[in-house]
């Protein structure tokens, strides 16, 4: 009787939940999840617009030193993304999105300090950790609070205010990183300072009431859920009643034992670890090989540093338009076309910018490229978050996005190579045709999401 009780509070608990139509928390939390993801995106970015500083200056020489000092990140990531999702399925997402932010505090702090390249590998691979970590607790975070029919409207608000960090860093790097010969510290260092910030203002975060029941911790779940009910009320708003058969047609499980990494990897859960690492894994070659190398690649090509930078600065412009772009219609139309769609766009973007007929192709691909990055990637976290259940959806992230950045090792390393053997416009098509692909698949395997509640979702 005492576990039937038990059972029926947790699914209560998540009733309560369900019927909350609203961002059940001050907006002012969006920002503050935010300002992490603006880190994050503002870290992605600019290492590639500091690598043609840092080359000289360490007498970098050969793809091998590019690819320690530009995929070495991406390892961390992939480590970081596994490690710390795990912790997070065990321990909770609060503890873990303070540790990410100061992994990648400290991890930016040493970059801008770094006196050669060991230094900067090892830094680099700490803010990899964090990065790869919190690109994978965040949408997991936003969608344990999010209403079914808002989850993907709130997450591209948040998603928006985040890939401004993407949109900024080639301005800021334009104007500090030619200009000063320790310009790309600087860069790294306003990257810490805010990482900094971040810290600090998620002290303020509530815990994942869905997290907190999935583990049998009912009543902090209850007090969490609570309090949302009491804000909401004070806002105006009115909660439905709940009867006791709405409330036992409620699916949800509380586990006290630890998570098994073959969890995953039975039915259902298999065949979309299968879908999301090959979908993850083919967009990043092109993701990572466009964001860490074509500033470099365009310079080497006899392009100017400032005029390569500027270029790709101008594209950058896209960010925010894709990010605006999908907002508007991410609770409309199913996630895996939206992500099809912008998959298209790279493409698109990719055999304009490698046309390379002159500074309007550079700048039009680069911004096509740009929106289509932002169009679909803020939907493509919440898709692969949202489809695996709460006591496993950053471990399912981990497996999925964060093997995927093998890609992104692959193509930041290989792409120099590619563009030297098929040419400039060979490379590029390149990664845009493995973009391509990945949509496909996403197409084909994906399964539904959008409007649809976390525990029918992953059910």
């Known amino acids: 009787m005492a576990a039937n009780n038990k059972e029926f509070e947790a699914k209560s608990i998540i009733a309560r939940m369900q019927r909350i139509d609203k961002w059940p928390l001050p907006p002012s939390f969006l920002a503050i999840i935010a300002i992490g993801y603006f880190f994050t995106f503002y870290d992605v970015t600019d290492i590639g617009f500091a690598m043609p500083a840092i080359a000289p200056q360490f007498h970098l020489t050969g793809s091998e030193s590019l690819f320690l000092a530009l995929s070495i990140g991406l390892i961390g990531y992939v480590i970081g993304s596994f490690i710390i999702g795990y912790l997070s399925d065990r321990y909770g997402r609060y503890p873990m999105l303070i540790l990410t932010m100061a992994l990648m505090a400290l991890g930016s702090f040493g970059d801008a300090a770094s006196l050669n390249l060991d ?77 900094v910030i971040a810290v600090i203002l998620r002290a303020q975060l509530p815990r994942s009431p869905r997290w907190l029941v999935s583990h049998g911790e009912l009543n902090k779940a209850d007090d969490v859920v609570s309090h949302f009910e009491q804000y909401l009320k004070q806002k105006g708003e009115e909660l439905p009643a709940l009867t006791d058969d709405e409330i036992n047609k409620i699916n949800v499980k509380t586990e006290t034992t630890r998570l098994s990494f073959y969890y995953l990897w039975q039915k259902p859960y298999r065949l979309r670890m299968l879908v999301f690492g090959l979908w993850w894994g083919l967009w990043y070659i092109g993701n990572y090989a466009f964001l860490g190398d074509a500033a470099t690649i365009l310079s080497d090509s006899g392009i100017s540093l400032a005029s390569s930078i500027l270029y790709l600065a101008i594209g950058a412009i896209g960010y925010p338009v894709g990010a605006l772009s999908s907002w508007v219609i991410s609770d409309k139309i199913e996630r895996k076309y939206i992500v099809f769609i912008g998959s298209i766009l790279w493409l698109i973007g990719m055999v304009i910018f490698g046309s390379r007929i002159n500074s309007i192709a550079l700048i039009s691909g680069s911004f096509i490229a740009s929106y289509s990055l932002a169009f679909l990637i803020g939907i493509a976290y919440m898709y692969t978050s949202e489809s695996y259940p709460t006591r496993a959806r950053t471990s399912g992230f981990a497996m999925g996005d964060g093997l995927g950045h093998i890609g992104g090792a692959i193509g930041a390393l290989y792409l120099p190579l590619w563009v030297a053997q098929i040419g400039f416009f060979g490379g590029f098509t390149f990664i845009g045709i493995t973009t391509f692909i990945a949509g496909i698949i996403l197409v084909v395997g994906g399964s539904i999401a959008t409007r649809q509640h976390l525990e029918t979702i992953s059910a």
């Open 119 to 195: 230094m900067l590998i090892i830094f680099r691979f700490i803010t990899g950790l964090g990065l790869g970590a919190d690109l994978n607790l965040i949408p997991a975070y936003i969608g344990e609070f999010a209403p079914a029919d808002r989850r993907g409207h709130l997450a591209q608000i948040t998603f928006f205010l985040g890939i401004l960090g993407q949109a900024v860093t080639p301005f800021v790097a334009l104007a500090i990183v030619p200009p000063f010969y320790f310009g790309w510290r600087l860069l790294f260092f306003i990257g810490g300072l805010i990482a």
